[in-house]
């Protein structure tokens, strides 16, 4: 076979001829481009809620601080020694029962005293009037001159007066020694001892204790003076009920009522003081704690209530995406009214029905094909 040899030249032409062929090869006419067909979107599906109509309660917000209704210093009638310290520190007690006892030797001994007294002066009155019987006869008879028979009388009302002195300083005695048992008032808590077992204690020795009645107690808070008309409004319908609750303690909720608002508005905050009253049976909410109060106002039928997870913002307020009769998103800008748990109440921008979208809310837009799937938000949480 004979050799073909080839010079750098032809190698070169075949090289160029080469690329040129494989880049014609590669393009495509502009009018093929234009024909090829528009990529298929997809419908995304997305859970779906049908906006509803409920009543839905009106409520006024406020901070709020729960008070005593009663709330006393327990202190020492009469002078002594703590001898016993019945109820121990914080310690919910009952109506009557015996706190604190006073050494009672020194209030019995006077009591004795007293009663010794009254009796002598007894024996004193019963002589007087026996004197002053026997000189009314003899006067009669003229054996005793006027002058004589005024003494006896005299000295018989003198005798009077002196047995009633004595009946006073017995029934002195007998209260100052029951002063020796410091007894509760009323039903409530005990704060922290202040006397400890063998004091001298007294009138001017201070507090020994304090009791806070637990149940019921009020919760005061502050309403504007704008508000004060739908509150009024509210007290004139009936009984204004509000709801009491403890931050971060969903458990502590109490129901109570509106039975206080004061007689004039503070000129340097614009607010007016009002007062709830409420049942504490487990005494949970303590005088001085930090509550939210909700006033129930009134309640509003039909109202059109949508899911706030479906809720988004741009610069025209609130909207949301509903899926329209060609099952595409369309967005409804809303003007919104008060919460209900985690439904909002839609003033204008929605109607009973619209489905709107409450998932997979950050993949569509506008005229997006969506697939609707059956949704749930409950009206609480």
Known sequence: ???????????????????AGLRLAGERPDSAKAAAPAPYMMAMPVPVFAVVKKTLPIYLNYPGRVEAIRGISLQARVSGYIEAEVARDGADVKAGDLLYKIDPRDLQVALDSARAAAERDAAVLAYAQGN???????????YVAKDAYDQR??????????????????????LNLGYAEIRAPFAGRLGRNQAAKGALVGPASG???TLMQLDPVYVAFNPSE?????????????KVEAQVSVPGAPSLTRKGELTFLDNVIDHSTGTIAARITLDNPDSALLPGQYVRVKLLLRDEPDALMAPEVALGSNQMGKFVYVVSHDDKAELRQLELGPSDGKLVNVVHGLSEGDKVIVGNLQKIGPGSPVKPLPGEVKAHP
């Open 1 to 19: 076979m004979r050799a073909v040899k080839w010079t750098a030249a032809t190698l070169a032409a075949l090289a160029l001829a080469t690329l």
């Open 132 to 142: 002053f019987s026997r000189g009314q006869d003899l006067m009669k008879n003229g």
């Open 153 to 174: 009388l005299s000295a018989k009302r003198a005798a009077e007066a002196a047995l009633d002195v004595d009946k006073a300083a017995v029934e002195a005695a007998v």
């Open 207 to 209: 507090a020994l204790n």
């Open 226 to 238: 704008s508000e004060l008309a739908e509150i009024r409004a509210a007290r004139a319908a009936g």
